[in-house]
Nanobody, 124 residues
Framework: QVQLVESGGGLVQSGGSLRLSCVAS????????MGWFRQAPGKEREFVAA????????YYSDSVKGRFTISRDNAKNTVYLQMNSLNPEDTAVYYC?????????????????WGQGTQVTVSS
């Protein structure tokens, strides 16, 4: 069982930065691939980024590549999402999720554990 709690969301101006954190409870964090997803009002939840259990391999959606960085600290049971050069299209509720899949997955059905989400709002 894994419980996930996100933090770090808020209101930021276009071009600004935010760093999201997701703290996991449970002993399976270090054996889980972690992902970040987001959902904007009226839209489906979409994949943002994922990181392998050892932190060596990462993967990003095209919409955030070069602006966002996912990282993890297994000693702290925490995964991070550094978001730079934010624009209004990044406004959404951001969720972290844990997956037991061997490969990095972009589809939400491969993630069995989810946090409650944190709101990110980017003003123009």
């Amino acid at each position: 069982q894994v419980q996930l709690v996100e933090s770090g969301g808020g209101l930021v101006q276009s071009g600004g930065s935010l760093r999201l954190s997701c703290v996991a409870s449970g002993r399976t964090f270090s054996s889980s691939a972690m992902g970040w997803f987001r959902q904007a009002p009226g839209k489906e939840r979409e994949f943002v980024a994922a990181i392998r259990r050892d932190g060596v391999i990462t993967y990003y959606s095209d919409s955030v590549k070069g602006r966002f960085t996912i990282s993890r600290d297994n000693a702290k049971n925490t995964v991070y999402l550094q978001m730079n050069s934010l624009n209004p299209e990044d406004t959404a509720v951001y969720y972290c999720a844990a997956s037991q899949a061997m490969n990095l997955m972009t589809q939400s059905q491969y993630y069995g554990y989810w946090g409650q989400g944190t709101q990110v709002t980017v003003s123009s």
